[in-house]
């Protein structure tokens, strides 16, 4: 069939650089070369055994396999649980809900908000799936640019007025993937005075607030005066709890927006499998002293990476937070694409160009720290031996 068949918004999807990539690996691999991917960031770690017990437990019961339709009320209470341990945070059980992941509800929860033409705020660079929530609604979808002159910090300030009066919502998410950044207190204080004025919904991403690396510990948007009032977080478990297939995150906050988003999912949904909603209940109820551990080991990965590529002559900045590197490419080349593709074909590391997470993006690459030192140590080796960083 020719495109004429098919969608608009499907015809302009592209499979862009990360085809070649894998591509190019492909080749490499046929030809016995060894590679080294920095490339996807899914955890290497494994989940914590009483919740792949609980998980267990509840596939052997048969009636677990039916329509759940609706979030337990001890799941729901694990996140009450989770919300005021961790981040001193109250939430009611109307101001939750749980999701398929967080990257399938973001692709519809612009449905929620949006009309075709109102605008969406997304970053530049940011996380694919921030702008995909607003095509999905077939939304004007408008950019924040985010610099590291600036702290990878938005400023509200500079956003034109005549974009805030058809805004609807803005996304904002750190520590931010893929700039590797954490916000100061100060600038969400600013942010939900900022929705609050221009009539704005804020959607945070809360992916990473276990994997951070600097002193303070990461905290909840919801923990800020203000935040219930003008928007919600989503709360994956996918990365803290290393349950990434199974597909379990929430959002939290907003008891209007949760409303009307499980009345948008109540139409294309028949809710969590039970035993993920039991694997998720262990999970946040249960020890967790294994993610501070995980944690200081993702920073061990983390001081290992950018140190040993700083002393091979690559400068690059330690990471403040999540699970990613985020670097300049060297001097004397075109493209961030073309320095991927010219790394792979030399040293067998795979990493994702910058340009991957929008314009802003160009200049720079994102590795993840989803290797232990020990194999880390080799890559420096590695591409030390190979002289890329030398012409």
Not at 112 to 141: Q, R, T
Not at 195 to 214: G, L, Q, R, V
Not at 261 to 275: K, N, T, V, W
Not at 383 to 389: A, H, P
């Given at each position: 069939?020719?495109?004429?068949?098919?969608?608009?918004?499907?015809?302009?999807?592209?499979?862009?650089?990360?085809?070649?990539?894998?591509?190019?690996?492909?080749?490499?691999?046929?030809?016995?070369?060894?590679?080294?991917?920095?490339?996807?960031?899914?955890?290497?770690?494994?989940?914590?055994?009483?919740?792949?017990?609980?998980?267990?437990?509840?596939?052997?019961?048969?009636e677990?396999?039916?329509?759940?339709?609706?979030?337990l009320?001890?799941?729901?209470?694990?996140?009450?649980y989770?919300?005021?341990?961790?981040?001193?945070?109250?939430?009611?059980?109307?101001?939750?809900?749980?999701?398929?992941?967080?990257?399938?509800?973001?692709?519809?929860?612009?449905?929620?908000?949006?009309?075709?033409?109102?605008?969406?705020?997304?970053?530049?660079?940011?996380?694919?799936m921030?702008?995909?929530?607003?095509?999905?609604?077939?939304?004007?979808?408008?950019?924040?640019?985010?610099?590291?002159?600036?702290?990878?910090?938005?400023?509200?300030?500079?956003?034109?007025?005549?974009?805030?009066?058809?805004?609807?919502?803005?996304?904002?998410?750190?520590?931010l993937?893929?700039?590797?950044v954490?916000?100061?207190?100060?600038?969400?204080?600013?942010?939900?005075?900022?929705?609050?004025?221009?009539?704005?919904?804020?959607?945070?991403?809360?992916?990473?607030?276990?994997?951070?690396?600097?002193?303070?510990?990461?905290?909840?948007?919801?923990?800020?005066?203000?935040?219930?009032?003008?928007?919600?977080e989503?709360?994956?478990?996918?990365?803290?709890?290393?349950?990434?297939?199974?597909?379990?995150?929430?959002?939290?906050?907003?008891?209007?927006?949760?409303s009307?988003?499980?009345?948008?999912?109540?139409?294309?949904?028949?809710?969590?499998?039970?035993?993920?909603?039991?694997?998720a209940?262990?999970?946040l109820?249960?020890?967790?002293?294994?993610?501070?551990?995980?944690?200081?080991?993702?920073?061990?990965?983390?001081?290992?990476?950018?140190?040993?590529?700083?002393?091979?002559?690559?400068?690059?900045?330690?990471?403040?937070?999540?699970?990613?590197?985020?670097a300049?490419?060297?001097?004397?080349?075109?493209?961030?694409?073309?320095?991927c593709?010219?790394?792979?074909?030399?040293?067998?590391?795979?990493?994702?160009?910058?340009?991957?997470?929008?314009?802003?993006?160009?200049?720079?690459?994102?590795?993840?720290?989803?290797?232990?030192?020990?194999?880390?140590?080799?890559?420096?080796?590695?591409?030390?031996?190979?002289?890329?960083?030398?012409?």
């Amino acid at each position: 069939m020719d495109s004429s068949h098919f969608s608009t918004l499907i015809n302009d999807f592209k499979p862009g650089i990360f085809g070649a990539l894998n591509e190019k690996k492909e080749q490499l691999l046929r030809a016995g070369k060894t590679v080294y991917n920095l490339s996807v960031g899914t955890p290497d770690f494994q989940p914590a055994p009483h919740v792949m017990k609980a998980m267990q437990d509840a596939c052997g019961k048969a009636e677990n396999y039916k329509y759940s339709l609706a979030d337990l009320p001890e799941l729901l209470e694990a996140v009450q649980y989770r919300y005021e341990k961790r981040f001193g945070v109250h939430v009611a059980t109307d101001e939750i809900m749980s999701v398929y992941g967080s990257q399938e509800a973001m692709a519809h929860i612009g449905l929620v908000f949006c009309d075709p033409g109102d605008v969406i705020l997304v970053p530049d660079p940011g996380y694919p799936m921030f702008e995909m929530s607003g095509i999905m609604a077939k939304a004007d979808v408008q950019y924040y640019t985010i610099e590291e002159k600036n702290g990878y910090l938005p400023d509200l300030d500079s956003i034109p007025e005549e974009t805030l009066e058809r805004t609807k919502y803005m996304m904002v998410s750190y520590p931010l993937n893929p700039v590797c950044v954490c916000a100061p207190d100060e600038f969400y204080e600013k942010l939900i005075a900022f929705a609050k004025e221009h009539d704005i919904i804020i959607i945070h991403d809360n992916a990473y607030s276990d994997i951070i690396f600097t002193e303070k510990p990461g905290r909840s948007f919801l923990s800020f005066e203000g935040a219930k009032d003008v928007g919600v977080e989503f709360y994956s478990l996918s990365k803290s709890y290393n349950l990434t297939g199974a597909r379990i995150s929430f959002v939290v906050g907003n008891k209007d927006v949760i409303s009307r988003f499980r009345l948008l999912r109540s139409q294309i949904d028949y809710g969590i499998f039970y035993p993920v909603q039991y694997a998720a209940i262990a999970a946040l109820t249960g020890p967790d002293d294994f993610i501070e551990e995980q944690r200081q080991q993702y920073a061990a990965r983390c001081r290992a990476l950018c140190g040993g590529l700083r002393r091979i002559g690559w400068n690059v900045p330690d990471s403040q937070g999540t699970m990613f590197v985020w670097a300049k490419i060297p001097q004397g080349y075109e493209s961030s694409a073309d320095f991927c593709m010219k790394l792979m074909e030399k040293t067998g590391v795979i990493v994702t160009p910058g340009s991957a997470f929008g314009k802003g993006g160009e200049g720079y690459v994102r590795m993840a720290l989803v290797v232990d030192e020990k194999m880390i140590e080799e890559i420096i080796r590695v591409l030390d031996e190979s002289g890329i960083f030398c012409q």
